[in-house]
């Protein structure tokens, strides 16, 4: 079975720190581009950012300079370091990866990990 299993969510302090991280496991062939989403109450989900193979990396307006991306490709592994936190970060954050797994092509996420903002 395919997944990605996100960690490192929890509470954290507005200005704070927390890293997440996203595992790929299965029958994976190939991982081409990986990134985090985020979901805040009563919104849509929103690109936070994204990472390619190669690590070219985009990332959204609003966390450009506090929040990085990183990937281990031998891991199979995406993180998000996350800086300088603030209240509007509060989210469902959400893992992503365009991936041929099993016999298919397929965009894949997580389940989602909460990341709560104290102000």
């Known amino acids: 079975q395919v997944q990605l299993v996100e960690s490192g969510g929890g509470l954290v302090q507005a200005g704070g720190s927390v890293r997440l991280s996203c595992a790929a496991s299965?029958?994976?062939?190939?991982?081409?581009?990986m990134g985090w989403y985020r979901q805040a109450p009563g919104k849509q989900r929103e690109l936070v950012a994204t990472?390619?193979?190669?690590?070219?990396?985009n990332y959204a307006g609003s966390v450009k300079g506090r929040f990085t991306i990183s990937r281990d490709n031998a891991k199979r592994t995406v993180y998000l370091q996350m800086n300088t936190i603030l209240p509007e970060d509060t989210a469902v954050y959400y893992c992503?990866?365009?991936?041929?797994?099993?016999?298919?092509?397929?965009?894949?996420w997580g389940q989602g990990t909460q990341v709560t903002v104290s102000s």
């Open positions: 990472i390619t193979t190669d690590g070219r990396t």
């Open positions: 992503n990866a365009d991936m041929f797994a099993g016999s298919r092509w397929g965009d894949y």
């Open positions: 299965g029958t994976i062939f190939t991982i081409n581009t």
